[in-house]
């Protein structure tokens, strides 16, 4: 079973960029599907990005699409989330999940697909 810790989260002015990391444990991190998601105060938690587990497949958030970009090293069992031109609404708590499959293009945008899920690191973009 895999463990996820996010890291990386702060305060930044809106326009400018940070880059989340979530390093997981075990031996068989490859074999694993990985998403970002974000809950903000008073808000459910949504989808942000989601990567394949060999990296050849992903997907956006169409309200972070173009600035936000997921990308991973499985020899370093990481997962990063490169966020550039922030805004105010990005402001929420980040959360990296994670999925076993056995499929190398597929991956997963949805909460309930993910049983495995990190603490969350706080993102907060000032105006």
């Known amino acids: 079973q895999v463990q996820q810790v996010e890291s990386g989260g702060g305060l930044v002015q809106a326009g400018g960029s940070l880059r989340l990391s979530c390093a997981a444990s075990?031996?068989?991190?490859?074999?694993?599907?990985m998403g970002w998601f974000r809950q903000a105060p008073g808000k459910d938690r949504e989808f942000v990005a989601a990567?394949?587990?060999?990296?050849?497949?992903?997907n956006y958030a169409d309200s972070v699409a173009g600035r936000f970009t997921i990308s991973r090293d499985n020899a370093k069992n990481t997962v990063f989330l490169q966020m550039n031109s922030l805004k105010s609404e990005d402001t929420a708590v980040y959360y990296c999940?994670?999925?076993?499959?056995?499929?190398?293009?597929?991956?997963?945008?949805?909460?309930?697909?993910?049983?495995?899920w990190g603490q969350g690191t706080q993102v907060t973009v000032s105006s």
């Open positions: 999940a994670a999925r076993s499959t056995s499929l190398d293009m597929i991956y997963f945008s949805k909460r309930v697909e993910y049983p495995h």
């Open positions: 075990g031996r068989t991190f490859s074999s694993y599907a």
């Open positions: 990567i394949s587990r060999s990296a050849s497949r992903t």
